[in-house]
């Protein structure tokens, strides 16, 4: 069955999302990074706190009171074989960027999307650590907030339903997406590209991905794109936020989940941007749950943005291969 996004209040859901991306936000500056008592899920660089699980908890209590009928998929709770539906769904990272928590590296976020029919619907992502909010909602825009990390949060962001009224800011009161002005998009030797480490760290991903990254890496004369630089920072969902504002120009990464980019791609596609498949098939739509993932970011009139995916595409070395 199909569900019509235009039934639904997005702008009061996206509200409710911001309210509770922000108490969230305080659940996790104010904890201490306690591993749970496996400390790691798949492998040792596979990390899980205690404040993954709890906030996690926190989020679903929250959605599940508002919203009862809708379905809710998230990283601490999804079973091996849950798939996304077509129903309205909450897709949800508590903490993205575990490994940066842990380490205390201040890039971390909140990851709450919305998806109906599979499509990525509203989106919200909050590093709590910096105040930095993003929220968009398709069809209408994304925008950048900076958030005093400071406010009573008990009063200011109430998620109370008796009036559906919530003190966030409004969804178009920040800074539209993206921050840079569009252009016109050059060749790869001008960008910096956002890539991930992940936590699976041999056999053919491992060897695409490492063979991949000497490649962009690599002078010219050698056969290499000769990029500006890479960058690996710790989540997919702010990096996603980065490549919508223009700060990151490309993000590609195989083995995050629907939930590290359900959110993050609202706000990028809004801003102008394109997810595309990681691997060089020349796929240019992709379900949210696909795994392996290109992001570029907006360009003027989208000049120059499908060369550029082709220009990365043909310095892909070899294929990646994760089951969604
Ligand atoms: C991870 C982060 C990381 C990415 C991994 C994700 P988590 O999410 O987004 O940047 O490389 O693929 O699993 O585990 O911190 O929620």
Same mark, same amino acid.
């Given at each position: 069955?199909? !569900? ?13 999302l911001v309210?509770?991306a ?67 769904? &909450? ?21 709450l999307? &919305? ?8 989106g919200v992502v ?9 929220s ?20 200011? !962001?109430?998620? +109370? !339903? ?14 539209? @997406? ?18 991930? &480490? ?39 969902? @702010? ?20 939930? +590290?980019?359900?959110a ?29 993932? @290109? ?30």
């Amino acid at each position: 069955m199909s !569900t019509f996004a235009g039934d639904i209040d997005l702008g009061l859901l996206r509200d409710r999302l911001v309210a509770i991306a922000l108490r969230a936000g305080r659940m996790i500056t104010s904890a201490k990074p306690t591993t749970t008592s496996s400390g790691t899920k798949k492998n040792s660089a596979d990390l899980v706190t205690e404040t993954d699980q709890a906030v996690e908890a926190y989020i679903s209590s929250e959605l599940g009171t508002l919203y009862p009928d809708f379905a809710f998929m998230g990283e601490e709770t999804y079973v091996p074989g849950q798939k996304l539906g077509n129903e309205p769904t &909450f897709v949800v990272d508590p903490i993205d960027g575990t490994t940066n928590f842990v380490h205390r590296f201040p890039y971390v976020s909140v990851s709450l999307g &919305f998806a109906v029919n599979k499509v990525p619907t509203v989106g919200v992502v909050y590093n709590p650590f910096t105040g930095r909010l993003y929220s968009g909602i398709k069809g209408r825009g994304s925008f950048v907030f900076d958030i005093d990390k400071q406010q009573p949060l008990d009063e200011k !962001t109430r998620t +109370d !339903t008796t009036d559906g009224q919530v003190q966030v800011p409004r969804e178009d009161e920040g800074t539209k @997406l993206p921050v840079k002005e569009l252009a016109p998009l050059g060749g790869l030797d001008e960008c910096v590209v956002a890539i991930e &480490f992940g936590s699976d760290r041999g056999g053919q991903n491992w060897k695409t991905k490492t063979d991949t990254w000497a490649r962009l890496g690599r002078r010219k004369e050698d056969g290499g794109a000769m990029v500006h630089s890479a960058r690996a920072l710790g989540s997919a969902a @702010l990096n996603l936020c980065g490549v919508a504002e223009g700060v990151l120009d490309l993000y590609w990464e195989g083995g995050c989940w629907a939930w +590290d980019v359900c959110a993050g791609w609202v706000i990028l596609t809004e801003a102008g941007g394109l997810v595309v498949d990681g691997n060089p098939s020349g796929v240019w739509e992709i379900p949210v749950d696909h795994r392996k993932y @290109l992001a570029v970011k907006g360009a003027k009139d989208g000049e120059g943005q499908k060369e550029l995916v082709n220009e990365f595409w043909g310095y892909i070395e070899g294929e990646m291969i994760y089951e969604h």
